[in-house]
């Protein structure tokens, strides 16, 4: 095999308060109670000769997420802020070339506008649903837009166009680097990225799934989804694809993770 082997940082960019259901598919759901997840970015550092990427920039700001999206409480502190944790790898926003945004939630791509070199690697799908998304008028949560942020939408289609990268199905981005769509599963266009580590295929789920014991092990699919099959099929493809499975808001990975996939980490202590 080729050493196109990658590190991987989780960066914690903020901390919020939301309900169990979103972990596990609604009508399977009798656990009403709330749960406090992280909110994650994740640095890919390179082994060989090759840039640096990020994969997802968080959400813009924690008021926001109470205000408009009627979500609950959101923390941030300034050791958790993007420029910080890219800082305590050795990297500035101005050095980041290459953003691949799993989708475009508020909490995924509120940071974009701070990487004024980047190209930013999103489905074209997710960005044709994330601008007109199909929603009721009377829900309550979400911002009308069903988490997409319309400030995030707009700042996208201009003016960090000509940034915007749009790909179509599977595509590698870098030796070792891949995104996979997985259609209707979180959202119409969430891609999963694919990268090869010394420990195997780690994947980056953004919030395909969003509990590793939940969704992945016990093959149960998360609570917010477009097409219950197409993520029950996705739940199974990945346990058998993935070597590692990183979701974006469970603390448990984050404490395995902490000081990232790198040489010397232990992956198989459970
Ligand atoms: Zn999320």
Wanted: a negative charge.
């Amino acid at each position: 095999m080729s050493n196109h082997n990658w590190e991987i940082y989780p960066l914690v960019l903020g901390e919020a308060d939301v309900s169990k259901v979103l972990d596990t598919f609604w009508s399977l759901s009798r656990d009403k109670s709330m749960v406090t997840v992280p909110i994650l970015a994740w640095l890919l550092v390179p082994t060989f000769n090759e840039e640096p990427i990020l994969v997802d920039t968080g959400f813009r700001d924690a008021e926001r997420c109470q205000t408009v999206h009627g979500l609950g409480p959101h923390r941030t502190k300034p050791e958790w802020s993007l420029r910080t944790q890219l800082k305590n790898h050795g990297f500035t926003a101005e050095e980041i070339k290459k953003v691949i945004l799993t989708h475009l939630h508020y909490d995924h791509a509120g940071g974009c506008a701070e990487f004024p070199n980047a190209k930013f690697i999103v489905q074209r799908t997710e960005l044709q649903a994330a601008a007109a998304p199909m929603v009721s008028s009377q829900l309550k949560i979400g911002g009308g837009a069903l988490f997409y942020d319309r400030k995030d939408i707009a700042e996208l289609i201009d003016p960090l166009w000509p940034q915007v990268h749009l790909i179509e199905g599977d595509t590698e981005i870098a030796p070792g680097v891949k995104c996979v769509l997985f259609q209707n599963t979180h959202t119409p266009g969430s891609q999963a990225v694919y990268v090869q580590t010394e420990f195997g295929t780690a994947v980056i789920l953004g919030d395909i799934a969003r509990n590793v014991e939940l969704n992945i092990n016990q093959e149960i699919p998360p609570g917010l989804i477009y097409d219950l099959e197409a993520t029950y099929r996705a739940m199974i493809r990945i346990k058998n694809e993935a070597d590692i499975v990183l979701p974006s808001h469970d603390y448990e990975v984050v404490k395995k993770y902490r000081n990232g996939l790198k040489e010397g980490t232990s992956v198989h202590e459970n």
